[in-house]
């Protein structure tokens, strides 16, 4: 008899097992944190391990996480979080007396003083008054109501939350979910796990990755020979191309989406980040009341800001909220109901969104300090993308768009047949196939264009311009190096 049946642990098969767990889950695909990042993982091991390579480090350049970038947080946002997560701080004269009347009103809105309280499951409700005086103000103040703010765990969580709302229906009643392609794989991922319906509408790359209601147009028209197209999902600025949409597109895809009887949802967490001069950030709220009552009373919408991006890149904090708009109350209350599920959002993720949305002012002591960090982050933000794409451009083979707004580049890659032939027979997307070549011999972790949808044929990468403006150089001598080697390998 074996140890293991001595002691009552006979072995059986399995109650969970890849065969009869959920099959939505299987689907989830995340490319941002895919199969390149986990050999990334492996490599950064090897490395400490003594394993002899032609780099000395990783350079992950796949994901917007500022601060592992080196990005220093913002002053003032960390001396409040200080003050409220060990609020005898408040009795230390080195902290500013705005920082402290900050963290005060905080504390006392949350139970017991304590940010490690429970806090309402839609978020503390003075934060929430100052995210709809936040929106008031960037919209030239169109009334935003505290009890349409829902606060959440980063945007993410609010974009999931959204999404499973509207996803009903079977066959071809099944909810169809409009995205752009290239996407954000949260939304394929989302949509996968919740089986609905993904319907791609294409930007148009030739156009600096814009959007084209005709387009849109002809995805809903095919959709709906087998699903019910309920959702439009528009990223502004755009993540992973990085265009920033101007208001007249903003206009078309509003009409658009109130003929066609859509759910708008807006994801803007990038709404700081725009860099291009010609380009100016129009929210979709302020766009759609601006057009007047016949869509800003019909068209139902949602629209997302998040504390990890901007000149914050407060990632790990996981702060961010959601506006809903002409959303029906017995819908509004069943929302409520299921993110009271949750609990909570954390409440250092909402102390922390309550001073992005209500930050120093002229008249108090933190407030030049707080301006010069963040027009110094934007600024070399700016400067980065410029120099991305005039590098990216003055290699043949590789086409980049201006990075008009967010963080990354999606530059175009032209792969030779050899390679294409070298993947499939490797059983590789060939983009994949590329990134992984890069991270092997340069070091450099990007993720591939399939793992955010591309058109047939078109090959592309997407890399964060996050790194300090000296390693970015470095990591962009680095893929051209690496690019001229590859072609002259397979042509």
């Not at 078309?252 to 066609?260: N, Q």
């Not at 504390?307 to 959303?327: A, D, L, P, Q």
């Amino acid at each position: 008899m074996s140890q293991h049946a001595a002691n009552g642990l006979a072995s059986r098969a399995k109650v969970l097992t890849v065969d009869n767990m959920n099959p939505n889950v299987k689907r989830v695909e995340y490319a941002v944190r895919g199969a390149i990042v986990q050999r990334a993982l492996q490599i950064e091991k090897e490395l400490k391990e003594g394993v002899k390579k032609p780099f000395n480090e990783v350079i992950k350049a796949n994901i917007g996480d500022a601060h592992a970038m080196g990005q220093k947080p913002i002053t003032f946002l960390r001396q409040v979080l200080a003050l409220c997560a060990y609020p005898e701080l408040l009795q230390d004269d080195k902290f500013p007396e705005d920082a402290k009347q900050r963290a005060q009103r905080i504390l006392e809105a949350c139970g017991g003083h304590s940010i490690g309280a429970y806090s309402s499951s839609q978020g503390i409700e003075c934060i929430r008054q100052d995210v709809a005086r936040y929106i008031e103000k960037r919209d030239g103040g169109i009334p935003s109501n505290p009890d349409n703010i829902y606060l959440a765990t980063g945007a993410s969580d609010a974009i999931v939350t959204m999404l499973k709302m509207l996803v009903c229906g079977e066959g071809r009643d099944r909810t169809g979910v409009m995205i752009s392609i290239p996407q954000y794989p949260l939304y394929s991922a989302a949509l996968a796990d919740l089986a609905a319906v993904q319907i791609n509408y294409y930007l148009d790359e030739d156009k600096c990755w814009s959007l084209d209601t005709a387009e849109l147009r002809r995805a809903v028209n095919a959709a709906r020979q087998h699903c019910n197209p309920r959702v439009l999902c528009i990223i502004n600025p755009g993540n992973p191309t990085g265009q920033v949409q101007s208001r007249e597109c903003i206009e078309d895809v509003i009409r658009f989406a109130k003929e066609e009887r859509l759910f708008l949802m807006a994801d803007e967490v990038y709404q700081d980040n725009v860099y291009a001069e010609d380009c100016k950030f129009h929210s979709f709220k302020r766009v759609l009341f601006e057009m007047g009552p016949e869509y800003s009373t019909t068209v139902e919408m949602a629209s997302f800001h998040s504390t990890s991006k901007c000149y914050m890149g407060e990632c790990g904090f996981r702060g961010g909220y959601m506006e809903v708009i002409n959303m029906d109350p017995e819908v509004k209350a069943q929302l409520t109901k299921m993110v009271s599920v949750r609990l909570c959002p954390p409440v250092p993720g909402q102390a922390l969104l309550d001073l992005v949305v209500n930050p120093p002012q002229p008249d108090e002591p933190s407030y030049h300090q707080f301006m010069k960090e963040r027009t110094a982050v934007l600024a070399t933000l700016a400067e980065k993308a410029g120099l991305t794409e005039q590098i990216f451009n003055a290699v043949p083979g590789i086409t980049c768009n201006p990075v008009q707004g967010a963080m990354y580049t999606f530059p175009r890659i032209a792969l030779p047949q050899r390679a294409i032939d070298k993947a499939t027979e490797e059983g590789l997307a060939p983009d994949m196939f590329y990134c992984m070549r890069l991270l092997e011999e340069e070091g450099i972790c990007l993720v591939p264009g399939s793992g955010f949808g591309q058109r047939e044929g078109t090959f592309h990468f997407r890399m964060t311009i996050l790194p300090p403006t000296e390693k970015l150089k470095i990591v962009l001598q680095k893929i051209q190096d690496f690019h001229v080697r590859f072609a002259q390998e397979f042509s």
